[in-house]
């Protein structure tokens, strides 16, 4: 049961900050030219500079913490979860 508590919370954070990820850059493309628009991918080089870049034109944004705030609760939800469970195997309650 509380496992399945967790697993649903951590992905409705995931959801959340997969939505807010995608709005920032929306709204970041919206100011660039056509050869420098962010993909909507999650490359790791590029997400470096989406947060500065954001920050810049949206200095009293909340949405740039609100992202990073939800996937760090994720990601703590997750291994929660997963801590969780191998618990629950090492005490026999999982077949």
């Known amino acids: 049961m ?3 508590i967790l697993l649903s919370i ?4 995931f959801i ?11 709204r970041v493309n919206k ?3 056509t050869g420098e628009k962010f993909p909507h991918s ?9 947060g500065p870049l954001y920050k810049s034109l949206y200095p009293s944004s909340p949405i740039y913490q ?15 979860f997963v801590c969780f469970r191998v618990w629950s ?7």
């Open 2 to 4: 509380l496992g399945s």
């Open 10 to 13: 951590s992905a409705a954070f």
């Open 16 to 26: 959340a900050a997969f939505c807010l990820y995608h709005l920032m850059v929306f």
């Open 31 to 33: 100011h660039l030219a």
């Open 42 to 50: 999650l490359s790791f080089g590029q997400r470096n500079e989406l």
């Open 66 to 80: 609100l992202t990073l705030s939800c996937a760090v609760t994720m990601i703590v939800l997750a291994i929660a």
């Open 89 to 95: 195997a090492a005490e026999g309650k999982i077949p």
